[in-house]
Nanobody
Framework: VQLQASGGGLVQAGGSLTLSCTAS????????MAWFRQRSGKEREFVAY????????LYSDSVKGRFTISRDNAKNTAYLQMGGLEPEDTARYYC???????????????WGQGTQVTVSS
């Protein structure tokens, strides 16, 4: 399975963006999907995950209430809707796929190449 992330860009503070992560294989629906991000000079951090059926989600405290993770198994695609963006959200965002519902990046064995999100003040 290969993951392709897209949708990043430059947005003003307070604005919105939706990231997409499309998988190359039909086994997409069997994987937990997650988003991580890496801000400049910092380690990669967990943002959100969603269960295989979409009924269970978890968010980091820093994005809870502003971001929404979702998935469309028929399209082999996961999404991250980002609202109320802040300059601190500027980062490279990565989608990942795994078999466990955790926030630990070590449990995700498939990664996309990332997409850059820049929020201007």
């Amino acid at each position: 399975v290969q993951l392709q992330a897209s949708g990043g860009g430059l947005v003003q503070a307070g604005g919105s963006l939706t990231l997409s992560c499309t998988a190359s294989a039909q086994t997409f629906s069997r994987h937990i999907m997650a988003w991580f991000r890496q801000r400049s000079g910092k380690e990669r951090e967990f943002v959100a995950y969603i269960s295989t059926g979409g009924g269970i989600t978890l968010y980091s405290d820093s994005v809870k209430g502003r971001f929404t993770i979702s998935r469309d198994n028929a399209k082999n695609t996961a999404y991250l809707q980002m609202g109320g963006l802040e300059p601190e959200d500027t980062a490279r965002y990565y989608c990942a796929a795994g078999r466990a519902q955790t926030s630990s990046e070590e449990t995700y064995n498939l990664w996309g190449q990332g997409t850059q999100v820049t929020v201007s003040s």
